[in-house]
């Protein structure tokens, strides 16, 4: 049940398509990245020394090697490290020591970076620059048969953001991947050989993740020259590679609905954005569909679930029609169909319609559990179920709300405040480009709450009128105590904002 069967099944049914492009650019069809897979992997055991079940980790800018490094790892049995371009070296380093990876691919804009972190990573024994001749070498010799792999064995360690303490990696099985990937065709889409994927989040998060589907079904993947995420360039490309399917961020897509190129966004070239890993604002959302029409899915998962916990489907985003059109925008959607969700109390007892509690999950995707972290792993995963940390509840549709993360909820005179709610509110001023709610600790309350504003270019923003705009839409309870107007909100390598950043400032 290896992985690397998908683009074995591809590069027999889509020969001649290209799989990989470098912008504008055709790099290889599928035939040709199949042989070279097969050959790349030769290269493990032979010259590297690897066994199946090893480790390999790569820290690369987005770029067509990326593709072509995590296949080879798949077809000769051993387990993906994929490391975000942005961490520093020091969390580079747990990683690379945490993971107990022996080999790392590197592009060469991080290769002396990656040459720090290997100093405490002992188990790290080669480093392999993706432009330099030794990686060209790789794709020179006879090409190997796939490597035999159980459902069980680890084939993607994905490690967490890290936003509270040192990042875990989620384990993620041969069977989590597939039936991740299985889902996108039940409930996400099923595109069309020859469409795209234009890879502009990093490939080591949802956009890698996506590999999989895409792949699958014959569609070419995409990297900007640039190797990040510029709005004239990803326009560029989908112009370029028509019917693109796309993952993006929430505040990617603010970008994108912002940018005035935008506009030479051809009819055909978009076909649709899932978006997920951060709150969507209602407000944001709205605009987004009457821009690009409907084209939108949402997705809630975690690194423990990659991709995969509840969907708010296409049709959803589009029938503006229903009476409780804008209530569904603001949700997370219905369960996926190969999860089951629930909301619970502290005891894991099924909470009613309406009410809130922590939201559990079980299904194929879930992790096996954390790598070198049975504590961890115990805490997240009881009787089958993934404890999320997140906080929701769901109504009479079956559609699960999003309140916040657990640790996010504040607790002010008794009573349970989401900053989701109050942040949904603030953005729907013209002059606020973004914002954050925390609590602050008071003395008689408990806790208060407060919003950090950003102010957009040339925009003069009073506390008084956004006390209005939240009295006009929320209980005063509620509302902020304080407004704290600064230039940027912290975020981590993922577009995700620090909220412990944020109480450390107050």
């Known amino acids: 049940m290896n992985i690397a069967h998908l683009l074995l099944g591809s590069a027999q049914e889509f ?28 290269h493990f055991a032979a010259r590297f020394g ?6 390999v980790a790569f820290a690369m800018a987005n770029c067509v090697e990326s593709i072509e490094v995590m296949y ?10 994929p490391m975000n371009a942005k961490l520093h070296a020091k969390e580079f380093a747990f990683i690379l020591a945490n993971s107990g990876a022996k080999l790392c691919f590197v592009t060469p804009d991080l290769a002396g970076t990656i040459a720090e972190a290997a100093r405490e990573a002992p188990a790290l024994k080669e480093i392999v620059d993706v432009t330099t001749r030794s990686y060209t070498f790789m794709a020179v010799g006879d090409p190997s048969p ?6 069980t064995d680890p084939a993607w360690l994905f490690y967490t953001s890290g936003t509270t303490g040192r990042p875990k990696g989620a384990t993620l099985t041969h069977r989590n991947l597939l039936a991740m990937t299985l889902n996108y065709f039940a409930d996400v889409d099923r595109p069309p050989p020859g469409g795209s994927i234009v890879h502009a989040a990093p490939i080591s998060h949802g956009s890698g993740l996506w590999n999989f589907a895409m792949l699958a079904r014959g569609s070419v993947q995409v990297f900007p020259e640039s190797g990040k995420y510029e709005v004239p360039e990803t326009v560029e490309l989908m112009n370029r590679w028509p019917q693109c399917s796309i993952f993006l961020a929430p505040t990617m ?4 609905i912002e940018h005035g190129s935008v506009a030479e966004l051809q009819p055909e070239a978009l076909r649709l954005i899932t978006y997920g890993g951060a709150p969507m604002y209602v407000s944001d959302l709205k605009r987004a569909l009457d821009l690009l029409g409907n084209k939108l899915m949402q997705l809630y998962g975690q690194g423990e679930s990659p991709m995969t916990i509840t969907h708010l489907s296409r049709e959803y985003h589009g029938d503006r029609t229903h009476p409780r059109w804008e209530q569904r925008l603001a949700s997370a959607g219905r369960a996926d169909s190969c999860m089951e969700v629930r ?8 909470l009613p319609v309406g009410e809130v509690g922590e939201i559990i999950a079980k299904g194929d995707p879930v992790m096996a559990g954390y790598w070198n972290d049975p504590e961890a792993t115990a805490r997240s995963l009881r009787d089958g179920w993934l404890w999320t940390g997140d906080v929701g509840a769901f109504d009479e549709e079956g559609l699960l709300t999003l309140k916040d993360r657990s640790k996010d909820m504040i607790i002010s005179g008794g009573s349970n405040i989401y900053p989701r709610e109050i942040e949904d509110v603030l953005n729907r001023h013209a002059g606020i480009a973004e914002c954050s709610v925390v609590g602050r600790p008071h003395p008689e309350w408990g806790e208060e709450v407060v919003a950090f504003v950003v102010a957009r270019a040339g925009q003069t923003l009073s506390p008084a009128e956004l006390d209005r705009l939240c009295l006009d839409n929320i209980a005063r309870f509620k509302r902020p105590k304080d407004y704290k107007f600064i230039e940027a909100l912290p975020k981590n390598n993922y577009g995700k904002i620090l909220k412990t950043e944020l109480r450390k400032l107050l």
């Open 343 to 350: 909301v619970v109390d502290e005891a894991g007892r099924r």
């Open 15 to 42: 020969r001649d398509l290209p799989a990989l492009a470098r912008g504008t650019s055709a790099h290889l069809n599928y035939r040709d990245l199949w042989r070279k897979v097969s050959v790349m992997s030769t």
């Open 253 to 256: 897509v603010k970008r994108l």
């Open 50 to 55: 690897l066994a199946r079940g090893d480790r």
């Open 146 to 151: 796939i490597a035999d792999a159980e459902p």
């Open 72 to 81: 080879a790892i798949w077809h000769a049995g051993l387990c993906a490290v």
